[in-house]
């Protein structure tokens, strides 16, 4: 696991040129590589894949609506401890807040009083009907008045949307500028974490904390907030209203409240448990999905397509179960609410008639009255809808902050030893302890000595330690005891992007974002003329293949650069690294993907590009590393033969029947 992760961490680290582009190793292992375009330029770096690792809350449903009842969302562990945490970040802000509180309760404010206004030109205009049906002398309708009062209710109406969008603007503001430091300080805290942190999630998890999580709180902090400030208002706003009106249609008001609160936990706690339902079958289905379309050629060719088809119809059909059954639960609660809100209706309908025949209230404030009935529960629904949405907010902050409490890699000394010319190249593992966790050491006492200039050759079985050898090298990870050395130089007191840019990285796993051929090359070094971008690709064998595109240089790779050979993807890696121009190279199983043709032509391009400078490449295909200066045959953990080709194969050792079994097809000591 380990491993698979720092190979797939160290391919993006194919040139020396970290700081120049500004991505760091820790955000690519986190699986969203830079380009020089922007994080734009890497498809499907946004939403993870469904069914896969942890997913977002969106992954999740926390924020879908289904006839009014929310899917339930995920819970925080610390709930108190996260929102706290969170508000934090709104203190810089207060201000900011204070007046969006202001503005939200003035638009609210002026917003509850129109039906109250409008009651006044009502009775006015009752009143002046039923003087006119009396008979009444020089009766009629006081248009004046009426007119007066819809030029107040015009302005009401005016001011109350001023300040809502006054309060919405400067809410957005406030929403944006948070996120926009919280992702400034998750960007920061990836470029100091430890490559094992990386090594303990998968990718979509860590993309799912950064993206979608992030995401759910900016859209919280924007619409939530306001919304339960303008809730709030409306709730007691109203309800004072009410109680000005008629405390007697008030308290009538009020007994439909204990109805709608059990009918909404009634359809809350059924549809619910079939809504957890549903979203597990749905990932399960999304992972059934994915799986037969990315093996869909040995789907096809091992026969299974019937077993597979089997298989999605039985959980699309419990999908379809749960669906249904959370959908009509759900359903049921918008008629259920109504036909409770129509008999608060009704009964505030006749006790307002009733008061109104007796003269104790005016027609129009019955007007207002009913309309204000009908606003009275919808902040309660509101409230209670925001309530889920905070939990999954808080949730997904608390994601976050466990990104940011991650312990961070060993900072880099103030002291440090700046870049010095020219670099000789010598490298030293001098009585080197290291293992992945502490219970399990993979090397002890290892001790090395690589010459400038000259090449080592690392080889042995699977889960030997080569390639933990190389991570150790770049301060992927960091040694439990011994040293290594650069020019006599500890590696620890460089800085770790100094460190980095003395190293060329091409790699078995091939890396290349989605944009043009010549931005990809560029990637080794940002400030590279035209014309040395060109050389990189004729030194790497690559300018033949590339000036054959329709478009050359400027062609466009697509998602995986899935519209170019393996080989040709390689040579494009090694262009990348000849343009860095590093005085190490290191080459990881560089040519264990090609064919034998294409292999060729890489191991000319990898011979110009190790061509006097002190390179490491680890192989599989040990015919490819006859030539090298140095062998390095690794065990456990340990060196267990080292020296040249010819020596090793007289001294008719371990490397010797490693190499036999590739063409004798003696048994391999690796196998064992």
Request: net charge neutral; with cysteine.
């Amino acid at each position: 696991m380990s491993r698979k992760h720092s190979e797939e961490h160290a391919e993006t680290r194919v040139s020396a040129g970290e700081s120049q582009t500004g991505r760091t190793d820790a955000l690519e292992a986190s699986g969203m590589p830079g380009n020089r375009k922007g994080p734009g330029g890497h498809k499907g770096a946004v939403e993870p894949k469904s069914g896969r690792g942890s997913g977002g809350p969106r992954a999740r449903g926390a924020g879908g609506r289904h006839g009014g009842l929310r899917m339930p969302a995920e819970k925080a562990k610390d709930f108190k401890g996260t929102l706290k945490r969170l508000v934090k970040y709104l203190k810089p802000r207060t201000l900011a807040l204070v007046t969006v509180f202001v503005f939200a309760a003035l638009s609210t404010v002026f917003a509850i009083i129109s039906p109250k206004v409008m009651g006044k030109a009502t009775t006015k205009l009752f009143e002046g009907l039923m003087l006119k049906a009396r008979g009444v002398p020089g009766a009629g309708i006081d248009f004046a008045y009426i007119g007066r009062i819809l030029l107040i209710l015009s302005g009401l109406y005016v001011a109350s949307a001023v300040f809502s969008f006054i309060q919405h603007f400067i809410m957005a503001g406030v929403a944006q500028s948070t996120v926009y430091e919280m992702r400034k300080e998750i960007e920061a805290k990836l470029n100091r974490l430890p490559l094992k942190v990386f090594d303990g999630r998968t990718h979509g998890e860590i993309m799912s904390r950064v993206i979608n999580d992030v995401d759910n709180v900016s859209s919280t902090l924007q619409q939530s907030l306001t919304q339960i400030i303008t809730a709030v208002v409306t709730l007691v706003g109203v309800l004072v209203m009410m109680l000005s009106i008629s405390p007697l249609l008030t308290l009538v008001t009020l007994v439909t409240l204990p109805l709608t609160a059990v009918v909404t936990g009634f359809v809350a706690k059924r549809s619910q448990g079939y809504f957890v339902g549903q979203q597990r079958v749905l990932g399960e289905l999304n992972g059934h999905v994915e799986e037969m379309y990315t093996g869909h050629k040995i789907v096809k060719a091992f026969g299974y397509e019937d077993v597979s088809i089997g298989q999605f119809n039985r959980i699309n059909e419990e999908l379809y179960e749960h669906g249904w059954k959370a959908q009509f639960m759900s359903g049921l609660f918008q008629p259920l609410i109504g036909f409770i809100n129509n008999i608060g209706y009704v009964i505030v309908a006749v006790a307002g008639g009733f008061l109104a025949l007796k003269q104790a209230v005016e027609i129009g404030d019955i007007q207002a009255f009913i309309n204000y009935s009908r606003r009275f529960t919808q902040p309660i629904r509101q409230t209670a809808s925001i309530a889920n949405v905070i939990q999954s907010t808080v949730a997904s902050a608390e994601r976050v902050f466990e990104i940011l409490d991650e312990p961070e890699e060993m900072p880099d000394p103030v002291d440090a030893v700046t870049a010095f010319e020219p670099l000789e190249g010598e490298v030293r593992f001098q009585n080197v302890r290291f293992g992945y966790d502490e219970d399990n050491v993979l090397m002890e006492d290892l001790s090395i000595c690589a010459k400038p200039g000259r090449t080592i050759a690392i080889v042995g079985p699977t889960g030997a330690g080569k390639t933990t050898l190389v991570n150790l090298l770049m301060r992927f990870y960091e040694v439990d005891d011994g040293r290594i050395t650069i020019d006599g130089f500890n590696i620890r007191d460089f800085r770790r992007g100094d460190l980095r840019r003395m190293f060329g990285m091409v790699l078995q796993d091939v890396w290349l974002f989605n944009g043009t051929i010549r931005e990809n090359i560029a990637y080794g070094r940002e400030d590279a003329t035209e014309e040395e971008i060109i050389k990189a690709a004729q030194a790497a064998r690559a300018d033949h293949f590339i000036r054959t595109l329709p478009d050359g240089y400027d062609t466009l790779l697509g998602e995986d650069a899935a519209n170019l050979s393996q080989g040709q993807k390689q040579l494009l890696t090694i262009a990348r690294a000849i343009l860095a121009d590093p005085p190490m190279m290191i080459l990881d199983e560089a040519t264990s993907n090609v064919d034998t043709r294409t292999e060729i032509q890489v191991q000319k391009a990898m011979e110009t590009l190790m061509k006097g400078r002190t390179s490491f490449v680890i192989a599989h295909r040990l015919s490819t590393i006859r030539d090298a200066d140095l062998i390095l045959v690794m065990d456990k953990g340990r060196i267990v033969e080292q020296g040249t080709h010819s020596g090793l194969l007289a001294q008719d050792g371990f490397y010797a029947e490693l190499y036999y079994s590739q063409f004798t097809g003696r048994n391999s000591v690796a196998a064992g």
